[in-house]
């Protein structure tokens, strides 16, 4: 028989208060850890179906501003933002607009007597269906899909 080795009372009451002290440690740190970490390991969706309405309740032929906001969970961060699309409603065809300019992110307006979207930031201008005018701006107005179903007006809205 080879020889044994005799563990005293010492050793092994130390060997098992240490083994039941990591046990215990790992049993309350790890869920901890895992709340700790969690939100920043969820992915936020960054796209969203948006409601626009009826389409009856838009105008043919004339770009009509629409508002809405979007909630963003970022880890612990809550932040709602809020956002624009131009409606323009030609018989049962939508064709939907961001009201940021391409250029600095300015918001445009629409203005009815020059039949033209306009951002102040820089005089950019641009035509009813959202492409260039004039200005320093680096592609047309972007435009959002959007569907018609029974009535209502939707769109896949893929910004923040």
């Known amino acids: 028989m080879p020889d044994s080795h005799e563990v005293s009372r010492r050793d092994f009451a130390t060997v098992v208060m240490a083994f039941v002290g990591a046990l215990i ?51 612990w961060e809550k932040t709602v933002n809020s956002y624009g699309v131009f409606v323009l409603r030609k018989g049962n065809d939508v064709k939907v607009l961001s009201n ?18 306009h951002c102040p930031c820089h005089d950019a201008t641009y035509d009813i269906n959202g492409g260039i005018i004039k200005g320093p701006q680096p592609r047309p107005m972007d435009e959002y899909p959007a569907t018609v179903e029974d009535g209502s007006i939707f769109v896949t809205f893929t910004g923040g």
Request: a positive charge; aromatic letters at 8%; proline letters at 6%.
């Open 25 to 75: 440690g790992a049993l309350v740190g790890l869920p901890a850890i895992g709340y700790l970490l969690s939100p920043a390991l969820k992915v936020q969706k960054s796209e969203a179906r948006v409601a626009l309405g009826l389409l009856d309740s838009y105008p043919e032929g004339v770009p009509t501003l629409f508002s809405f906001t979007r909630t963003k969970i970022n880890g």
């Open 100 to 117: 940021i300019c391409t250029h600095l992110s300015c918001r445009v307006s629409w203005q009815e007597a020059q039949q033209r979207y």
